[in-house]
């Protein structure tokens, strides 16, 4: 296959590939519209303009003139950054390694799904149906034609479907398995067929995604098209943790809002919901061990039931992506009170947890309990954040306990965290934490512990030297619902800042962006996400040296990738300020 | 019992409710389920009934069995059972054979009239049944009969706002049953408008629109395709006009506005096309510069030459194999004819015509008028040609009412149709216009007799473009929209009598919603400012 001979290479092959491709196709205003981009950006805009207008009549001359494009792109291809390039690719988040063409394609219009040779039997349609998105997102509601007839499709160069061969049989979603994938889009003269490599079906879904955006739909054809063909890609997560917080206890979530989120997080290739079910303010999910927990809903029909949890895992996880459950102990969790008040230190001092009552510790673990049930991902989160151990020392049942066992309020909150540590253990879960446990009793954590970085910087590097593993979210780059944070402070957070060693690089887990619901409802969740967690996920996906250094050199591929996400009815916000902003006047989506 | 006692029972019960509703969201057990718009008459009893989740469809009359009232009706039941129990409990049933017993099993639906077609005027009337199936009742069941096709699909929708999930049984109730309602709109044109030249709105946020129009009872989308900043419709007569188009991405086909006519069809919404001629036109004149009066001075289009009439011929015949809807809005708002006085070849014209710039206004318009109504459009024109040339407008022509308020009053007392779209109160993109201002805005102020009354064919909320692109449109439109659709759909009384704090305030809050749970991201009611954030935690019904 002619594309695995450019691997070496000394320039990077895309050049070389694209040169074929002149002396092959002649369509000297593509090839142009191709190297004016690395020379000078404004000119796309006036090629892109100029082959509309012209390129029919044109096609003769171009022929002629490629006589002396052979000299023009030697000239140029020392001139050319590979980075540059790369931004033109609107591929988000950036594949590991990318090879590419200049040739176009196009997708038959019953463009196959084929599994020969694949040891994975896809019983449970998991592939099947990633495909089937795939090629919905690619349509974009569009009404696609034929592309059987060759007139239409300029005779050849029609791909017949996509041949994926995924090497593990198993549909088990595991923490840190392979997300690996290689995709190759021939060339025209070899159509037939794209191919997708992986290890497992998760792999495969990833791969879909990035085909997904190597598709086009020609309004003037009214086809499915690929550009730059053929591809090469391999590609591959830099962290196996790449999460997303929601919060549905200050604002109930319903189902289809969580699964339109679900959604999206595939798009950018994010593997983790962080599901911060229960707050202070509401307790929206029946545990049927204590079912009266959920009393404390903001109302009768603002609930999860048991299945509806059930159901929001199994969708998640059919699309790769773990749902890691959360509950806040003992400092956000007055809603427990609501159906059991006991759980209260008293009526008027409703929070922290009561810490000397042993029904709390068997609530939580009869929350726990049922958790393992619907809750598959091999962590837990235990919270433990911001706790005012006030109510403690005020209510005099509590301050009395405290006294008999000789502990301090600061000792007391240790003692519940770890107790609570070891109920989640017994069920099978390794934990997480926020920081303020490891920054209060770190060497004291159980250690199978993660700590959840929130508040400060310099944490990564002592978790990691303590040896517990870490995730880092915090606060000033990758809290959503800081709106004034735009979306150049999400890309340039880098989690490995300042950890040299290896071995605590290899303790960071990786990251998650916060969607925290005091002012986010069903109508502005999405547009306070997007596109901004999307900047967060290309660090998180993306091999460091691949990165931009600046910013602003990804606005125009990050602006691509909202316009796409808006084509697939996905409410990102404009780029142009901080987060959730609205368009200021009309205006192109890939502009704004 | 008589409608205006059932309003008065529904009243004090709205009554008693706001006193607990500061202690706890409303429950449906103890109150009567929310609808929204108010049907025209209905009565309630005091059962609660549990709905199966393998309703059965029992089509009958001759539309019964059509298409649309079936994916309708898949459509709802999704919509109905949407949470995991409801499968569950199905399950359950079929393991235990029919241990749990269901007082609903089916839904009746009787549709008269065969005829698919959907035009100004259709019957959207329809009546709802719901009873326990036992000796005495007549009528099983549910039972849903209506004229029309679409007066069906109107009842579907009133039955689904009756169903709730209830979390204890985990089952879905009807509340206060048996259900009687007799209904049907009170305007029969009920229009939201979007605006695809500011923005490019995806056709998947497009049908987003148009699904949640459905869930309102609203029946109008007035889709303002083109504008001075981009012209995303493809026209295959005149094919260099998309290239006003923002990008190559942000375009329709012709076969994608089939499938919007098509969609919208489905849930018996009509889409009225625009062009917006001559004031609003600049973009055509990127792929046909000869449209412009000169290249540094571009609108409105050149009066003078027939290609000008020619293009706007070649658009509406395209136009016209897409858009099978009676009105075609031709615009002719906001022309500044500056460019006419100031190119030299249009002032020659004007001069050897002995025209004024305004006669030459009027001379565009109703040339326009003409070719719409050759095509068999009847032909809808933005208020400033009724102010200004009010007298030589084709009489079929429908004013569309913006600027002025009492323009209407002004049209229908000279025998023409109107739709009301006061900017003061009707315009969504005014974000400081609060739910309450846009409910007490009466269409039919100041117009007396009911011959004239008859004329204004009803109202429209307008969504333009400018600051409302995918990212914030649908928050913008909703709940709003809904006050709007509740003036136009239920009866005068009910939406004008007492105090709208209880009539209306908590049915909009459920209705709100109700958008939310079923994915439309309605912005909060009580902000003063359209299509802000929630101010703090809290439950949806109290914000």
């Known amino acids: 296959m002619i594309f695995i001979t450019h691997k070496h290479c000394t320039k990077p092959p895309i050049q070389r590939l694209c040169l074929t491709c002149i002396y092959k196709e002649r369509d000297f205003y593509d090839s142009l519209l191709f190297f004016a981009t690395f020379f000078f950006p404004p000119l796309i805009f006036i090629f892109t303009i100029f082959r509309f207008t012209k390129r029919e009549k044109m096609r003769g001359r171009g022929a002629k003139i490629a006589g002396v494009l052979p000299f023009f792109t030697l000239f140029m291809a020392g001139a050319i950054s590979a980075f540059e390039d790369i931004e033109r690719l609107r591929i988000w988040p950036l594949p590991a390694e990318v090879s590419h063409g200049g040739r176009r394609m196009y997708l038959s219009g019953d463009f196959k799904l084929v599994t020969e040779g694949s040891k994975y039997e896809d019983t449970t349609e998991i592939l099947k149906e990633g495909f089937d998105r795939m090629l919905d997102v690619v349509r974009l509601s569009h009404v696609v034609s034929g592309g059987r007839n060759s007139s239409r499709s300029g005779g050849s160069a029609l791909l017949q479907g996509l041949h994926v061969i995924i090497s593990s049989s198993t549909d088990e979603l595991e923490y840190g398995a392979d997300e690996s994938y290689k995709l190759v889009v021939p060339s025209p003269e070899k159509p037939s067929y794209a191919h997708l490599e992986t290890k497992s079906v998760y792999g495969a879904l990833h791969g879909l995604q990035t085909l997904s955006q190597l598709c086009h739909f020609n309004v003037k054809k009214k086809i499915i098209e690929i550009l730059m063909t053929p591809w090469n890609i391999t590609d591959q997560p830099r962290f196996s943790y790449r999460g997303l917080l929601i919060d549905t206890s200050r604002h109930y979530l319903p189902l289809p809002v969580i699964k339109n989120v679900i959604d999206s997080m595939t798009y950018a290739k994010l593997n983790v919901l962080h599901w911060h079910i229960v707050d202070t303010q509401s307790f929206p999910l029946e545990i049927p061990s204590y079912p009266k927990l959920w009393n404390g809903a903001y109302s009768s029909s603002q609930r999860y039931t048991f299945d509806d949890a059930a159901e929001i895992v199994k969708y998640a996880e059919r699309r790769g992506i773990h749902v890691l459950a959360e509950i806040d102990v003992p400092g956000h969790a007055l809603s427990w009170g609501k159906g059991y008040p006991s759980l209260w230190p008293s009526k008027n001092c409703q929070e922290p947890l009561d810490v000397s009552s042993n029904f709390t510790f068997k609530v939580i673990d009869g929350i726990l309990s049922d958790f393992s049930k619907i809750f598959k991902f091999k962590f837990v989160h235990l919270g433990g954040d911001e706790v005012n151990t006030t109510c403690w020392s005020a209510t005099p049942r509590i301050a009395q306990w405290l006294k008999k066992h000789q502990m301090s309020e600061e000792e007391a909150y240790q003692y519940f965290v770890l107790r609570a540590q070891k109920i989640a253990l017994s069920h099978g879960y390794e934990i997480i934490n926020w920081e303020e446990t490891f920054n209060n009793f770190g060497s004291k954590l159980n250690p199978k512990t993660v700590v959840h970085n929130w508040l400060g910087t310099g944490v990564v590097e002592r978790v990691t030297a303590s040896g517990l593993r870490c995730i880092v979210s915090n606060q000033d780059k990758w809290y959503l619902d800081h709106i004034d944070a735009p979306w150049q402070g999400f890309y340039d957070n880098e989690p490995l800042q300042a950890i040299k060693d290896k071995k605590q690089q290899s303790l960071v887990l990786g990251g998650e962006v916060c969607m925290w619901g005091e002012h986010i409802d069903a109508s502005d969740i999405e547009q306070t996400i997007w596109p901004r967690a999307a900047a967060a996920a290309e660090r998180l996906w993306t091999p460091y040296a691949k990165l931009a250094t600046n910013p602003d050199k990804v606005t125009t591929r990050l602006a691509h990738f909202r316009c796409l996400l808006n084509q697939r009815g996905v409410a990102a916000a404009p780029l142009v300020g901080g987060g959730r902003v609205v368009p200021l006047e009309p205006g192109s989506c890939l502009a704004q | ?543």
């Open chain 2, 1 to 543: 019992m008589s409608p205006n006692r059932n309003l008065l029972l529904l009243l004090l019960m709205f009554l008693s409710l706001s006193i607990t509703s500061s202690l706890s969201s409303p429950s449906p057990a103890d109150s009567p389920p929310y609808l929204w718009p108010l049907p025209a008459e209905f009565s309630f009893g005091n059962e609660t009934l549990s709905v199966d989740p393998a309703v059965a469809l029992i089509a009958a009359g001759d539309g019964g069995g059509s298409p649309i009232v079936r994916a309708a009706f898949e459509r709802y039941m999704g919509m109905i059972f949407k949470h995991a129990s409801g499968r569950a409990s199905l399950l359950a049933r079929i393991r235990f054979l029919r241990m749990v017993e269901y007082d609903i099993t089916s839904l009746k639906i009787v549709v008269h009239s065969g005829s698919a077609e959907l035009q100004l005027g259709v019957d959207e009337s329809y009546t709802l049944m719901v009873s326990k199936k036992d000796e005495q009742s007549i009528v099983g069941a549910v039972t849903i009969e209506a004229n029309t096709i679409y007066g069906a699909l109107r009842g579907l929708e009133t039955f689904s706002q009756l169903c709730a999930f209830d979390y204890l049984t985990k089952s879905v109730q009807i509340y206060k049953a048996p259900w009687y309602i007799q209904d049907k709109p009170r305007f029969q044109y009920r229009g939201l408008l979007i605006d695809t030249s500011r923005h490019y709105l995806p056709i998947d946020v497009i049908k987003q629109i148009i699904e949640s129009m459905s869930f309102a009872k609203l029946n109008v989308l007035h889709w303002h395709i083109v504008d001075e900043q981009s012209f995303p419709l493809e026209t295959p007569t005149y094919p260099n006009l998309w290239k006003g188009a923002y990008s190559r991405w942000e375009r329709y086909t012709v076969e994608d506005a089939s499938e919007i006519v098509r969609f919208a069809k489905m849930r018996g919404i009509n889409v009225m096309p625009e062009v917006d001629v001559p004031g609003h036109a600049e973009s055509w004149g990127t792929g046909y510069p000869d449209l412009w009066p000169s290249l540094s001075c571009r609108e409105p289009l050149d009066v003078t030459k027939n290609f000008t009439f020619d293009v706007i011929s070649g658009i509406l015949a395209d136009m016209r194999k897409i858009f099978p809807f009676e009105l075609f809005h031709l615009g002719g708002d906001e022309v500044n004819t500056d460019c006419w006085k100031n190119t030299t070849h249009v002032k020659e014209w004007l001069q050897g015509r002995n025209f004024t710039t305004k006669d030459a206004y009027k001379y565009f318009v109703l040339r326009a008028q003409q070719i719409a109504i050759s095509k068999n459009w009847t032909p809808v024109n933005w208020e400033e040609t009724f102010s200004s040339f009010g007298k030589y407008l084709d009489p079929r022509t429908v004013v569309h009412n913006w600027l002025v308020s009492d323009i209407c009053q002004k049209a229908v007392a000279k025998g023409f149709r109107c739709i009301f779209s006061n900017q003061g109160y009707w315009y969504l993109d005014h974000l400081d216009v609060p739910w309450d201002e846009v409910y007490n805005t009466e269409p039919l102020h100041g117009i007396n007799e009911t011959s004239q009354q008859k004329l204004v064919i009803g109202g429209e909320v307008c969504m333009w473009g400018e600051t409302a692109d995918t990212s914030v449109v649908l928050q913008t439109i909703w709940p709003r929209a809904a006050a709007a659709a509740e003036r136009m759909w239920s009866t005068r009384e009910a939406v004008s009598k007492g105090n709208i704090t209880l009539t209306a305030l908590p049915r909009l809050h459920y209705f709100r919603c109700l958008l939310n749970n079923r994915g439309v991201p309605a912005a909060p009611v009580d902000n003063f400012y359209a299509r802000r954030p929630p101010s703090g935690p809290g439950s949806c019904y109290a914000q």
